[in-house]
């Protein structure tokens, strides 16, 4: 049984050169060690951190749909069709991701208490008008003198 050749290996014998093997830079990174704050992490930092993956995962992504579409074009192979869609598709979900992040850390951000700080306390004052005029006028007093 013939062996079933690649996309290289026919552009090769078509162009009668010996296929030329190419490898890929591979990256290594150093593990880092985890630090926290007094509350168990760091929402801001976490955030970044994410924010940046996301993003490195989104331009990573569109180089490598650049280079499967030319390899697409060029073998004319369904697979490599499949495979460019699949690609397509991975970086749309990244970037539904980084638009679903924002939207997390806006409802985190409105629901500190920093944003409940103005609270409204309906008083109801009970008694006659010359009351409230006295005590009205013993806070003015009051307020006049701490100037």
Same mark, same amino acid.
């Given at each position: 049984m013939a062996k079933k050749k690649n996309t290289e290996e026919k552009i090769s014998e078509a162009l009668n050169i010996e *296929?030329?093997?190419v490898e890929g830079e591979?990256?290594?990174?150093e593990p880092r060690e985890i630090q926290t704050g007094e509350?168990?992490?760091d929402l801001k930092k976490d955030y970044r951190s994410v924010r940046t993956n996301l993003h490195d995962i989104i331009d990573r992504g569109n180089c490598a749909i650049?280079?499967?579409l030319q390899v697409a074009s060029e073998g004319e192979? *369904?697979?490599a069709y499949e495979v460019a869609a699949q690609m397509i598709?991975?970086?749309?979900?990244?970037n539904k991701d980084l638009i679903e992040?924002?939207?997390?850390m806006k409802k985190i951000r409105s629901d500190t208490p920093q944003a409940q700080r103005n609270v409204t306390n309906?008083?109801?004052?009970?008694?006659s008008t010359k009351e409230l005029q006295d005590l009205v006028k013993t806070h003015k007093k009051e307020i006049d003198g701490n100037k």
């Open positions: *296929p030329q093997v591979i990256i290594q990174r509350t168990g992490f650049d280079g499967i192979s *369904p697979r598709k991975t970086v749309a979900d990244a992040l924002h939207e997390k309906n008083s109801l004052f009970v008694g």
